[in-house]
T-cell receptor, first 117, second 113 residues
């Protein structure tokens, strides 16, 4: 069964450094998302990406964050200058669309645990 | 605004049933249910769409009251593997959310032998 994959599984970085989190969505999906989950808390939406552009972003997704789909398969989240409060599990998700535009379920990847020291 | 889930926690014995509720203050396009085990990713269980369509897990059922913006997840004849935190994620109506899910705070379900 196709699944969303993410690399790395764990990233440790120093405050102020740039990190890139990578995701390979399910191949025929058209909607891509990044969510994050701070330890012990709920899952929070960061950004959605459709038709090669950001379709919606949350207040968390400030100028330090960017997303890209550089080659038609990978979907990346870049944090330019990490802060301590960026430490969280970051999940990539992808979803398909039915004929007529109805959106389907979203499947989550295994996550990247980001630790900012 | 995030949906509100109830109860916050449930403890069951194997074979017992449980209902988890999710309530939103705004009109919804869809409700998605996920189960998350500690240290793992959320696993899709069920999607309920405005208009009555639903898709999901064979042994789990759910309902969606569009007028009240409420959904309930029904877990029957619980198994040990059902233990985890259950999240509802809601997508607002209006056609502009592009699938953004707003998650509730979660319901911790523990099933004992």
């Amino acid at each position: 069964e196709p699944e969303v994959t993410q690399t790395p599984s764990h990233q440790v970085t120093q405050m102020g450094q740039e990190v890139i989190l990578r995701c390979v969505p399910i191949s025929n999906h058209l909607y891509f998302y990044w969510y994050r989950q701070i330890l012990g808390q709920k899952v929070e939406f960061l950004v959605s990406f459709y038709n090669n552009e950001i379709s919606e972003k949350s207040e968390i997704f400030d100028d330090q964050f960017s997303v890209e789909r550089p080659d038609g398969s990978n979907f990346t989240l870049k944090i330019r200058s990490t802060k301590l409060e960026d430490s969280a599990m970051y999940f990539c998700a992808s979803g398909s669309v039915e004929r007529g535009g109805r959106r389907n379920e979203q499947f989550f990847g295994p996550g990247t645990r980001l630790t900012v020291l | 605004q995030q949906p509100v889930q109830s109860p916050q926690a449930v403890i069951l014995r194997e074979g017992e049933d449980a209902v988890i509720n999710c309530s939103s203050s705004k009109a919804l396009y869809s409700v998605h249910w996920y189960r998350q085990k500690h240290g793992e990713a959320p696993v899709f269980l069920m999607i309920l769409l405005k208009g009555g369509e639903q898709k999901g897990h064979e042994k789990i059922s759910a309902s969606f009251n569009e007028k009240k913006q409420q959904s309930s997840l029904y877990l029957t004849a619980s198994q040990l593997s059902y233990s985890g935190t259950y999240f509802c994620g809601t997508e607002g109506a209006g056609g502009t959310s592009y699938g953004k899910l707003t998650f509730g705070q979660g319901t911790i379900l523990t099933v004992h032998p």
